[in-house]
């Protein structure tokens, strides 16, 4: 089934542990969104757990559903079609919000449009007043994706390189819980890092010693650990801190200039739940001024995952909407590369 609604989409995400639902109109812009954290559910366990996710999901969808609605003063009725996240994330939560989308667009009449997660944060800078043109370099950094991508339009992808071990999030959170911060433990350790002393640990930027755009994290942990002394006390944690994220930013930083220069584009897109970080920010910022670059971030609260990316990814995607009693598209791995240009 292929449609191309211009009334609005109201989109779920439910890939891990945000509960999320958007509206997005191609005319009016974002008119609503609102989200469910779980952080609190999750923290006595120092982890998300997958079942918990999925019942926690169950509960919030629809009633976020309705204040979306409320929020951008909509009847069902007026919708053009429903977007949810189809992956890549947990399955279980991942159907959840399928199969609300489903009920949802089965009951209305509406077209279901499956979106790939990381296009939606990928896409996400489309969602601020100044959006990047394409073409542009692409840095996608979360919890489990680190990725370089050539973005020629949307679905047009190349993948440049990526972390052949750990993502650099979930470097992140591990370095936070060798240092006994709770979770989530990325965050927190971006704000012990404010308070460390500059230069006092001096970490290797892995793989940038060699050609490629490839990334490697895992060993940053272990540097970490073998600097840190049995009785660290929370200076020395905050300068171990400090040292992880200057070496962790610059990294990300020359594997960018190279992708730009192999590419020979002009614009820089950050994106992810990591493109949070003060300090990455700050230090692109210094890249893109020293090369007369234009640089792209979506807001902090749509790094990281929210439905107002989902709503306008399902937007772009509107044309191929399918039917909601066809067979509901889950994955919980789904390499972007796969994707191809909407069919308008």
């Avoid at 053009?80 to 609300?100: E, S």
């Avoid at 009920?103 to 601020?128: N, R």
């Avoid at 060993?219 to 650990?225: F, H, N």
């Avoid at 791995?333 to 994707?339: F, N, V």
């Amino acid at each position: 089934m292929s449609t191309f609604s211009v009334a609005p989409i109201l989109a779920l995400e439910t890939s891990c542990d945000e509960t999320a639902c958007a509206i997005y109109d191609g005319v009016r812009g974002l008119l609503a969104h609102s989200l469910h954290s779980q952080v609190k559910l999750h923290a006595e366990y120092g982890g998300v757990v997958p079942e918990l996710a999925s019942r926690d999901h169950v509960r919030r969808v629809l009633p976020l559903a309705r204040a979306a609605l409320a929020e951008a003063g909509l009847k069902p009725t007026e919708l053009g079609g429903i977007a949810y996240t189809a992956g890549p994330g947990l399955i279980g939560a991942l159907m959840v919000g399928g199969a609300a989308a489903a009920g949802l667009a089965e009951a209305l009449g509406l077209p279901l449009i499956p979106v790939h997660h990381m296009e939606g944060h990928l896409l996400a800078p489309m969602l601020e007043p100044d959006p990047p043109a394409f073409p542009f370099v692409a840095l996608l950094v979360s919890g489990g994706h680190t990725l370089l991508v050539d973005v020629q339009g949307v679905g047009r992808y190349r993948l440049l390189g990526e972390s052949l071990d750990d993502a650099v999030g979930e470097a992140f959170d591990k370095t936070a819980k060798l240092l006994g911060l709770p979770y989530p433990g990325g965050p927190e350790l971006a704000r012990l890092a404010e308070g460390g002393v500059p230069g006092r640990f001096k970490f290797p930027r892995p793989m940038t010693d060699r050609p490629g755009l490839d990334f490697s994290f895992s060993g940053l942990k272990t540097a970490v650990l073998t600097a840190l002394p049995k009785d660290a006390d929370a200076q020395t944690k905050a300068d171990l801190a400090r040292g992880f994220e200057e070496a962790v930013t610059e990294t990300l930083a020359i594997k960018c200039a190279r992708a730009l220069d192999e590419t020979g584009h002009r614009r820089l897109v950050i994106a992810g739940g990591v493109g949070a970080n003060r300090r990455l920010r700050a230090r692109l910022q210094e890249l893109a001024q020293r090369r007369g670059l234009g640089l792209y971030f979506p807001r902090p609260a749509f790094c990281t995952d929210n439905a107002a990316m989902i709503a306008y990814a399902g937007w772009a995607r509107r044309a191929d909407g399918r039917a909601a009693h066809d067979p509901l598209l889950t994955r919980a791995r789904w390499p972007l590369t796969e994707l191809s240009p909407p069919v308008l």
